[in-house]
């Protein structure tokens, strides 16, 4: 009933929901608030924002909290902000607890037909009936008994309560494993961080989510393809709880090379402490990658564009960074790093124009200069044009006397001069200034930065590379063993003090060397340390 189009340029997709009416859609992401939100969850409640804007209907954010032995209040409200964060709406926000007792109620109306019983068959057996297609002993008791077990014993939390579930009487051996009298009721006596101790029985993922969809309202449910054999329960629930249907429709799940998208193994890294928490750049969570530079242009893009593909490859990072360096490219504003260790002074000691420059330690010539060549809106910043200026080692190394260079956004230098050590490395350059000759005849355009105390300041660049060093973990790899041994590169710098005033989260190009996100600055009063983070611009695959 799908039909999908992608229509890249867009960042959008034609595609048609089954029986949607304008006006009257409504869809619903389902987080359960166990963990931070990960792309992959970003694409499932972005993807039921399109929806319901797109059919001008509405979006439900509904906490699925039926594990009280997992979720946190901290959680909700991280999701909550995150969501906003990748401008993610919900016109309401619900809890799957809201309709605990709902949820009962239609235990109870399945017990009354027949269709549902109390089973205290311990897990391993359960286990191999099911996979066996063997019938359960308990199958048969009579609906009287299932109804005094599920609300005197179950519901009560009892010993013998404790020991049971409620499974959905389906069937023994349908082929379709799913379908094999799932558990729809189990009981837990950990108190629920919303309902506290009003509740000794939880309802299952499997059972909740039909019947609360259509409890409240919701017309069209999103749910990953990996579901797709459960989707007869899911119709077969709402048949027989006799509510309103739902329609489902199925999409991939995102995966990345090298990238865990589980909750539960980011909590591993998180608790282990080797990462930085929740938000490490190198995590695949909305804030790990908002740290790492990605716009929430590129990620909403990024999402439609897969959209209604229904095959869940591992897909390769670079696609996405290339597209987010398309949008930051023409906004973020051009500065100068050097690297600290190796800089190299460039004296300039003749040429045309020198004298304006003053002497080295006055400060140099100051001059606005546009942010962006090709954007003014980026603003002016001001760049120091002094005597002398530092050049990266590895430029001055491969420089010839005689050479004539560009010195970019200034002119060109004729080096005369190349001082080096008993290493070879070199230690200062002098040249003269030579600003009528043409930069387009020279092959080397350098960046540099003024050795006037005023023009730099100290700053570290951060670099990252995967968590995982295997490109595709499979279900029996253990994570400890795939951690990358070393995943952060700092480099210490000096670099254009224009960059200083920016807030944290400011993107900016050093060029020759890429884009950079803002990740601490410095205080107004001079203190802590300004430290940048490089964006991965999809061309170098890890
Ligand atoms: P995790 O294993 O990371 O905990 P989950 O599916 O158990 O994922 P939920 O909080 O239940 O986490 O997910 C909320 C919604 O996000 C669900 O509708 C789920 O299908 C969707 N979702 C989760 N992971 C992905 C993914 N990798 N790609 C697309 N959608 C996803
Ligand atoms: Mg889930
Ligand atoms: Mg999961």
Not at 181 to 195: A, Q
Request: charged content about 30%; aromatic content about 8%.
């Amino acid at each position: 009933a799908v039909e999908a189009k992608g229509k890249k340029d867009q960042g959008s997709f034609e595609v048609g929901l089954e029986g949607a009416i304008k006006g009257q859609v409504v869809t619903r992401f389902p987080p359960e608030p166990s963990g931070y939100l990960h792309i992959g969850h970003a694409k499932a409640a972005l993807l039921n924002q399109y929806f319901a804007r797109h059919y001008e209907g509405r979006l439900i954010i509904r906490f699925d909290d039926t594990n009280p032995s997992k979720e946190k209040a901290e959680f909700e409200e991280s999701i909550i902000e995150d969501l906003r964060l990748i401008g993610v709406h919900g016109d309401q926000v619900t809890h799957t607890s809201d309709y605990f007792d709902k949820l009962y109620e239609d235990a109870i109306t399945l017990i009354r037909q027949g269709l549902a019983y109390v089973d205290d068959t311990d897990q391993a057996t359960m286990r191999t009936q099911r996979m066996d297609g063997i019938a359960s002993a308990r199958r048969d008791r009579s609906i009287e008994e299932n109804e005094r077990l599920f609300t005197q014993e179950m519901a009560k939390g009892t010993e013998e309560g404790i020991r049971s579930c409620l499974r959905a009487k389906m069937s023994v051996d349908d082929p379709n494993k799913a379908l094999r009298d799932p558990v729809i009721f189990r009981v837990n006596l950990t108190p629920h961080h919303r309902t506290g101790t009003t509740w000794k029985v939880y309802p299952t993922y499997d059972f909740a989510c039909p019947l609360v969809d259509a409890h409240e309202g919701v017309t069209h449910a999103l749910r990953t393809n990996e579901y797709r054999d459960r989707n007869p329960q899911y119709k077969w629930f709402l048949k027989h709880c006799k509510v309103r249907t739902v329609h489902i429709w199925d999409f991939s799940r995102i995966n990345f090379v090298y990238t865990l998208l589980s909750k539960r193994k980011l909590t591993w890294f998180v608790e282990k402490g080797l990462g930085g928490g929740w938000d490490d750049p190198r995590f695949p969570t909305v804030r790990g990658i908002r740290r790492r530079g990605m716009s929430i242009e590129a990620l909403n893009q990024y999402i439609l564009m897969q959209g209604a593909s229904q095959n869940s490859l591992h897909l390769e990072w670079d696609k996405l960074w290339a597209l987010n360096k398309r949008i930051l490219d023409p906004v973020a504003p051009r500065h100068v790093a050097i690297t600290e260790e190796g800089q190299v002074p460039l004296r300039l000691t003749s040429g045309a124009g020198l004298e304006e420059l003053g002497s080295i330690g006055s400060g140099g010539l100051v001059r606005e200069m546009a942010k962006h060549k090709k954007n003014p809106e980026v603003g002016m910043k001001r760049t120091h044009f002094s005597p002398r200026v530092f050049l990266d080692q590895a430029d001055a190394q491969i420089s010839q006397e005689g050479e004539e260079v560009t010195l970019m956004d200034w002119g060109n230098v004729i080096i005369q001069k190349i001082l080096r050590d008993v290493e070879g490395k070199v230690t200062g350059l002098e040249g003269q200034l030579h600003l009528e000759g043409d930069f387009k005849k020279t092959k080397r355009k350098l960046t540099w930065l003024s050795s006037e105390e005023e023009a730099g300041i100290s700053a570290t660049l951060l670099d990252y590379d995967y968590l995982i060093s295997k490109k595709k973990l499979e279900e029996d790899d253990q994570v400890e063993d795939h951690v990358t041994a070393v995943s952060e590169f700092r480099t210490p710098v000096v670099v254009d003090a224009n960059v200083q005033d920016y807030p944290v989260g400011q993107v900016v190009q050093l060029e020759r060397r890429g884009y950079y996100i803002v990740d601490k600055s410095p205080k107004k009063d001079g203190s802590g340390s300004l430290e940048l983070i490089l964006i991965p611009d999809g061309k170098a695959s890890g």
